[in-house]
């Protein structure tokens, strides 16, 4: 059973930096097609990272390029956000999610079928 919980939300200013994390079980992220979205409140979910573990291929929505890196560490089955120069217009709940496939990943646009509980990112001005 695939289990994905994230961490590592809070409470930041802004320019600060936080990393989240996204524990993953039931499957190994060696080779997997993972994401990170993030919804704020009254707007719709948004991907903004997506990697391709099995290559390392990465991908980034325009409005975090440049800001965060998504990574993976195969010896702890996890999948990170590194997330710096954070923006107020950061703020939402970021979620972590896989597709079903192991051997291919559409970046951005792969269909994600699986998704952990999310975690809170705030962002003060």
């Known amino acids: 059973q695939v289990q994905l919980v994230e961490s590592g939300g809070g409470s930041v200013q802004a320019g600060g930096s936080l990393r989240l994390s996204c524990a993953a079980s039931?499957?190994?992220?060696?080779?997997?097609?993972m994401g990170w979205f993030r919804q704020a409140p009254g707007k719709e979910r948004e991907v903004i990272a997506a990697?391709?573990?099995?290559?390392?291929?990465?991908y980034y929505a325009d409005s975090v390029k440049g800001r965060f890196t998504i990574s993976q560490d195969n010896a702890k089955n996890t999948v990170y956000l590194q997330m710096n120069s954070l923006k107020p217009e950061d703020t939402a709940m970021y979620y972590c999610a896989k597709t079903k496939r192991f051997d291919y990943c559409d970046g951005l646009y792969s269909n994600f079928a699986y998704w952990g509980q999310g975690t809170q990112v705030t962002v003060s001005s």
């Open positions: 990697i391709y573990t099995g290559g390392g291929t990465t």
């Open positions: 039931g499957y190994t992220v060696s080779r997997a097609c």
